[in-house]
Nanobody, 124 residues
Framework: QVHLVESGGGLVQAGGSLRLSCAAS????????MGWFRQAPGKERESVAA????????RIADSVKGRFAISRDNAKNTVYLQMNSLQPEDTAVYYC?????????????????WGQGTQVTVSS
C-alpha cells in the first residue's frame, strides 16, 4: 500500500502564498501519477491539479490556473502544490492522492490512495 502524508497547510491572509507537500512512502513508485484535490465544508470534493509520474506533464483546474502549480521531486518521493494569490474561496481541506498508473487525470475516482488532508484557511 501507499501512504501519503500532506503538510504545509495553515492560516494565510488573502493574497498570500502557501506550499503544500505530500510525502509518499510504502509501495509507491515514481511512475505513479499524483493529484491534489480539495473539499470545503458543504461542498463536493473538487480537482485542483495533477502531475504525471515523470513530472513532465501537469494539469491545473481552471479555477486555480495561473495561481497554483504542481510539481514533484521523485528523489524525495514528494509532490508539491504551490499556491499563490490565495483567496478566501480557496479555504478547504487539501488532499493528495496517488494513482497506480502513470497517466494523469483530474477524475478523483481514478486515484487509489489518499492522504489524510491538510487544512488551508485564507482570511480576507
Amino acid at each position: 500500500q501507499v501512504h501519503l502524508v500532506e503538510s504545509g497547510g495553515g492560516l494565510v491572509q488573502a493574497g498570500g502564498s502557501l506550499r503544500l507537500s505530500c510525502a509518499a512512502s510504502g509501495r509507491t513508485s515514481s511512475t505513479y501519477a499524483m493529484g491534489w484535490f480539495r473539499q470545503a465544508p458543504g461542498k463536493e470534493r473538487e480537482s485542483v491539479a495533477a502531475i504525471s509520474g515523470s513530472g513532465g506533464t501537469t494539469r491545473i483546474a481552471d479555477s486555480v490556473k495561473g495561481r497554483f502549480a504542481i510539481s514533484r521531486d521523485n528523489a524525495k518521493n514528494t509532490v508539491y502544490l504551490q499556491m499563490n494569490s490565495l483567496q478566501p474561496e480557496d479555504t478547504a481541506v487539501y488532499y493528495c492522492a496517488s494513482r497506480t498508473t502513470s497517466e494523469l487525470t483530474l477524475w478523483g475516482w481514478a486515484y487509489d490512495y489518499w492522504g489524510q488532508g491538510t487544512q488551508v484557511t485564507v482570511s480576507s
